[in-house]
């Protein structure tokens, strides 16, 4: 379900796999390394716990060498030993921690769902009524596609192109988007106000990619969508279904060929393009900009286009493109955004190509499941508020308050330490760092759903009256001041992010757990886990396009020429490294596209580590399980990203997933360090050795 504003914030942020959260935001950055130092030993010391490694020895293959194959030293026989379940496209430490979270989730929603007389309009009314709207299948059999016919019977009544336009606006305040998007987000430029970006949307196919690839599997794949169209459209009783579901397909590659790239489209610098709103109603062509902004009741003086020669190219075949074959479009969109929640022979229809041809999933999660997530969707922060209250324990944030004030304190030390950088970036990097905010666990201010009604017998209807919830709530921001206290994501999701615009970090409840985080472990475990995590949010303020943006959030160049071209020279290396690896003999991982996400690795592990070591405060590290602390903090990164791939699964995020294959977020990481050699004797000639003039330090 397309969740409006949180979704197409997400879109924004560029986020990374994970983030942090708790640290002041005015920090000196004046402090010497021995003052860092110091600070981080005492913190170290307050949190220290019983003496337990952290490591999970049983997933470990002792058989394999640490330095041919780390990642299957850590995790080899749990990769042997585990099947990736039925209804999952992958499996990993992540999908453990998330089916954890569901199980506790629909306890805590059963429980509100049988408690008696409850109020309406209470928490538990809406918890209860929208998972028993979601689990009543029978009903929602019986009423077939006819929570849809009121808008369909829109889409058939549009005329004309103008028509069209203003049908995308109307789809739009449903949560169904079309050839293009917008959302309110800061303004990059300009961060203490809020603008409206506008960006390229649409696809039925994953990637543009899809579109154009020439290889047996890609063209079956867009003849099987092709099928999907036609099939959705026939159970929604459109005549010549087949000759439809070609027609969209030929207007889908047309859109296709001018989408920019998703390496193009991480240039933070080529996305901001802003015009002034009549300059943009006429650089939109054919395409009714005006009519289309004020059904969405959207008023703004300027619009930031995203993709732009995109948007301008849409507008321009915007009337070259028949009605008809226009309201064919928006018939799938609607049907394919709504169909997991119509009866099961769109939903199942709708599985067989997005899970089964497309993912390699081999059977739909049961309906409990899809009830949790669609909780999730539509009470995220109702639901978290309940989940933070069972299951996030208040020193887990003390903690890892301290471990975030310890990484930061890291990066510092690891600034000031930088050889390639001259002085003057330095200062400006500092001020960054002093800058940044950290979150932890759940919002300070929850968000208000008493304006949202919730009904338990229509889901269809809780999920319009949703989006439009979150439309009004969108709209709303503009002209006000920046809301700071807003999350975007919940607390029970097991992720994290970096904000550029707002410049901080946040970690929710959910991911704080083993192997990320373990309360009874000594320290060294940690800091290779999220504390790598935490170091890799804050390195998404420093990577390729984070780094473009200052302390304030602003996209605005503070370094050196010099410096910005050493910079780039090591992303670039980086880059390639990254691009030799091949997951399929037909297939290797997109460096570029993965630049962002590889230096915040590389960043992140790189500053965890030498905050471990600063806070041993010189003393020798303990040897648990018969590794020294220096070895466990590699052992705990590499037991955080143990993950199952199915093949269609791999290969479609090759394409479209910013991040690299857990093997070489990795293997692709430690080969860089001379930590990991001096941890593991590494020497020429092993499997992760690299000649010191070919491994890349960023941070």
Known sequence: MNKISKTAFAVALALGALSLSGCSPKQETTDSSASSQAQITEAAAETSVALTSGIDLENMDKKAAPQHDFYIYVNGTWLDKTTIPAD?????????????????????????????????????????????SYMDEKTINEKGLSPLQPTLAQINKVNSHQEVGMMMAELYKKGVTGPLSWYVSVDAKQSDQYGVYVNQSGLGLPDRDYYFKEDKKSEDNRQAYAKYVADMLSLAGIQDAEAAGQAVLELETKLADKMWTRVQSRDANARYNKMDSQAFAKYMGAFPWTDYANTLGLETDQVIASQNTYLNAFGQMFDSVDVQTWKHYMTIRLLSEYAPQLSSDFADRQFAFYGKTLRGIEQQQPRWKRAVNGA????????????????????????????????????????????WMSEETKVAALEKLAKFTPKIGYPDKWTDYSDLEIKEDDLIGNYMRYN??????????????????????????????????????????????????????????????????????????????????????????????SDKEQFQARGKKLAEQYSKFEPF??????????????????????????????????????VLDGFTGEQRVFLGWAQVWRRLYRDDELRNRLVTDPHSPSRYRVNGVIQNMPEFYQAFGVKQGDGHYLPEEERVKIW
């Open 585 to 622: 003999e037909d297939e290797f991982v997109n460096g570029e596209l993965t630049l962002g996400e590889n230096i915040g690795d590389l960043g992140g592990l790189t500053i965890a580590y030498k905050a471990y070591k600063l806070s041993l405060d010189g003393k020798p590290s303990p």
């Open 376 to 419: 999730n969707s539509v009470l995220g922060e109702l639901l978290g508020k309940l989940y933070v209250a069972e299951h996030f324990k208040p020193e887990a944030k003390e903690r890892m308050e301290k471990l975030v004030q310890n990484v930061i304190k890291g990066f510092e030390v690891g600034i000031k330490e930088l050889e």
């Open 468 to 561: 439009e919830f979150a439309l009004n709530d969108m709209l709303n921001k503009l002209g006000g001041p920046i809301d700071r206290t807003e999350w975007f994501m919940t607390p029970q999701t097991v992720n994290a992010y970096y904000s550029p615009t707002r410049n901080e970090i946040v970690f929710p409840a959910a991911i704080l757990q083993p192997p990320f985080f373990n309360l009874e472990a000594e320290d060294a475990v940690n800091y290779g886990g999220i504390g790598a995590v935490i170091g890799h949010e804050i390195g998404h303020g420093f990577d390729d396009q984070g780094a473009k943006y200052d302390g304030d959030g602003n996209l605005r160049n503070w370094w050196t020429e």
């Open 88 to 132: 999952k496209s992958n499996y990993g430490s992540f999908t453990k921690l998330y089916d954890d979270a569901q199980e506790n989730l629909k306890t805590i929603i059963l429980r509100a769902a049988a408690k008696p007389n409850v109020e309406p309009g209470s928490d538990e009314q809406k918890l209860g009524d929208f998972y028993n």
